[in-house]
């Protein structure tokens, strides 16, 4: 396996380190939801007043999503991990009618050259994301994220139902993954 090498910013980075990790995070979101086959539509740039950085698009509405990107924690390491909440985004979630979802993404190694690997089998990600429903959440200093509850395409189909079930619908009834 080839590491690439140390990308010196002046040669063609355009983006800072956080610039970078809030792409990625984006992106690997966007790689699950096309994976399950539901579109995704990111908040523009200073319009985020929501505290959210995007929509997953079911049938019935929309999710709303608060991505966040981070090499402070471990794939593997511990049960949780907490990321500081600003308290307007605890307001902005409590008045939201249907689900708000906070997906950590977590970059193990912290290291931008490593955050893909091309192999010969294909292209892997060193990340996985975690996610924890916000809008029924408590206020607290941080969101307690539970590393049990990982993002894959199966998540969908539970935050489909989530949604359905703002409407009266049964689980799946119509704004369901299928």
């Known amino acids: ?3 690439p090498r140390q990308l010196d910013p002046p040669d063609i980075a355009t983006l800072g380190a956080n610039g970078a990790k809030a792409r990625f995070g984006v992106a690997y979101l966007r790689s699950i939801c096309s994976q399950a ?3 995704f539509t990111e908040t523009s740039i200073d319009e985020d007043v929501l505290a959210i950085d995007g929509k997953i698009e079911f049938a019935v509405a929309d999710a709303r999503i608060q991505v966040k990107c981070t090499g402070k924690f471990k794939i593997n390491g511990g049960q949780t991990a907490t990321w500081p909440a600003d308290s307007h985004w605890w307001s902005k979630w409590h008045g ?3 689900p708000v979802y906070f997906v950590m993404l977590v970059l193990d190694p912290d290291d931008q050259p490593r955050w893909v690997q091309h192999v010969p089998e294909g292209t892997l990600h060193r ?5 924890v429903r916000v809008d029924q959440m408590s206020e607290s200093s941080g ?3 539970p ?3 990982r993002l894959t395409a199966d998540t969908l189909h539970e935050w489909a139902a989530d949604v359905d079930a703002c409407f009266g619908l049964q689980a799946g009834g119509g704004g369901g993954v299928r």
């Open 1 to 3: 396996m080839t590491i």
């Open 37 to 39: 086959g539901v579109g």
């Open 96 to 98: 939201c009618k249907v």
């Open 127 to 131: 990340a996985a994301a975690f996610w």
């Open 143 to 145: 969101i307690v994220v």
């Open 147 to 149: 590393k049990n509850q």
